[in-house]
């Protein structure tokens, strides 16, 4: 595809995806209540995703550096600068995203590179928290990303991740079995590889980081998928001119394989905080 025709492209998938999730491109932790009527709440609950992490991430002072690994077109970056009154460098392997992410933000304190996570060229010990937000799922090199994590904080500083989780090992008659459906979340959203939580508190640990708390919300996050998926069938026409009727039907699918995997216990979603030691 010529640059143009890429651009294009994301432009489609972009908005394809402000008419499923919203704003936000990731999860929500909705309330009991508002798990009765997810779509209604699927807003709030995106932002509660992010006020979610920043508590895990408390203290955090006023003036904080903080690094966002993964921070696609920016929302989370800029609502912490916003919330919190940090700086925020947000950093992403997507030239788009990154482009993009310039062109929408105007805060003070805000900016963005384009890096890979596993060798981002930032200085060492140059920023009091490192934030993680539903990125780590895409990279192959999780030892890698939470090393250069490490590596970039100041000693006393902060790790938070949060992620989609393997909660249950596919043996291989599974991979079988649910070949239709892997394929059909590869396509959806992105080659991905889930990890249970303990593998990544013992690549935090490997890269000298100490875990100070893990949490689970795949309870609080199940009305997301309910949520996407029913958007994904209300504005299916419009779907059909941005992504194609293959795009929609396997948006819609993938929202219902994934509802499964998490009422199966076998994915879900969850939270590690880690320190480095002063
Ligand atoms: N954290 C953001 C975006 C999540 S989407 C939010 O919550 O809204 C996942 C992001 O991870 C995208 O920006 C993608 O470009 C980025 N990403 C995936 N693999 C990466 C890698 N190896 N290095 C850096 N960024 C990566």
Not at 148 to 168: S, T
Not at 213 to 239: F, I, K
Request: overall charge negative; hydrophobic content about 45%.
């Amino acid at each position: 595809m010529t640059t143009e025709l890429t651009a294009r492209h994301y432009d489609a998938v972009t908005a394809a995806w402000r008419l499923v999730m919203g704003e936000a491109f990731h999860y929500g932790i909705f309330t009991p209540a508002e798990a009765a009527d997810p779509v209604a709440h699927l807003q709030r609950a995106a932002v509660r995703l992010n006020e979610s992490l920043l508590a895990a991430a408390a203290p955090l002072p006023t003036g904080a550096r903080v690094l966002d690994v993964g921070c696609g077109i920016g929302g989370p970056a800029r609502w912490l600068a916003h919330t919190a009154q940090v700086q925020v460098r947000g950093l992403s392997n997507s030239p788009t995203g990154i482009a993009t992410a310039q062109a929408i933000t105007d805060v003070p304190g805000v900016d963005f590179v384009v890096a890979d996570a596993t060798a981002n060229g930032q200085p060492d010990a140059a920023f009091d928290l490192v934030w993680v937000m539903e990125s780590s799922h895409l990279m192959p090199d999780k030892p890698g990303l939470l090393r250069e994590c490490a590596r970039v904080l100041r000693p006393g500083g902060r790790l938070v991740l949060c992620d989609l989780l393997l909660h249950r090992p596919f043996e291989l008659s599974d991979v079988f079995a649910l070949r239709s459906e892997l394929k059909c979340l590869d396509r959806a959203f992105g080659r991905a590889k889930m990890e249970p939580i303990s593998a990544y508190a013992g690549w935090a640990e490997a890269a000298g980081l100490v875990v100070e708390a893990t949490a689970d919300w795949t309870v609080q996050t199940r009305p997301t998928l309910v949520a996407w998926a029913a958007n994904a069938r209300a504005h299916s026409v419009e779907l059909y001119d941005l992504i194609g009727e293959s795009g929609v039907d396997d948006l819609a699918r993938a929202c219902a394989i994934l509802l499964d995997f998490w009422d199966q216990g076998r994915m879900g979603y969850g939270m590690l905080r880690a320190g480095k030691p002063a």
